[in-house]
């Protein structure tokens, strides 16, 4: 566990990038307001490595101690029980930054804002798988139309009658297939939604 949150960390650190101040911000940096802000966002202390990355090319050097201090104060207002509730209804993935005294009531928002945004998501792909396969069948249908056409035609040849009547057959069961799993999506959608709303209801106080 300690080594997946060191792992974590270094990635948030890569992904910052090298760019996080201007040369501007690196001149008049106030490093406890720096360090503030970045708890009160959910950034690690070792976000202060790519601040000192940016300015090192501006010859500035981070106060550390002043940068900890002010992190340290913004997490108090990051790790809290309804933040986490709401940082994990966005999406965000916990990366273990709360100190031991704040954690868990952190992670109680946000275990309860997890299963919402999982709920959420499922009901999101299901919505979205939905309306592919609508759109394929209506694409299916627009084809069949114009198979058909050719098929009764009086000048189709016959073997090109055969193929056509192969690829008519084929497409019936396309759709057939896209129309059995919106009916299976139309079911997994509605229990989906009712777990939405039993898991609203039980976490409305936030």
């Not at 090298?18 to 070792?46: F, H, Q, R, V």
Request: with cysteine.
């Amino acid at each position: 566990m300690k080594k997946l949150g060191a792992l974590l960390l270094a990635s948030l650190v890569l992904l910052s990038g090298c760019a996080t101040l201007s040369k501007d911000e690196c001149i008049t940096a106030d490093w406890y307001s720096i360090g503030y802000e970045d708890g009160a966002n959910g950034y690690p202390s070792t976000r202060i490595a790519s601040h000192r990355e940016a300015c090192a090319k501006h010859g500035v050097t981070p106060d550390l101690r002043a940068y900890q201090d002010g992190h340290d104060e913004g997490l108090l207002g990051f790790c809290t029980e309804r933040n986490g509730f709401n940082r994990a209804l966005g999406g965000y993935q916990y990366n273990g930054i709360c100190p031991p005294s704040l954690e868990p009531e952190f992670l109680d928002g946000y275990e309860a804002g997890r299963q919402i945004y999982t709920v959420r998501s499922e009901i999101s792909s299901l919505e979205s798988e939905q309306r592919s396969n609508e759109s394929e069948i209506d694409r299916i249908d627009e084809v069949l139309i114009e198979k058909e056409a050719a098929l009764f035609a009086t000048g189709t040849p016959e073997d090109q009658r055969r193929v056509i009547y192969e690829e008519i057959a084929q497409l019936k069961e396309r759709k057939g297939e896209l129309t059995q799993r919106n009916q299976e999506l139309i079911r997994k959608l509605a229990e989906a939604q009712a777990r939405l709303r039993v898991l609203e209801e039980r976490y409305s106080y936030y």
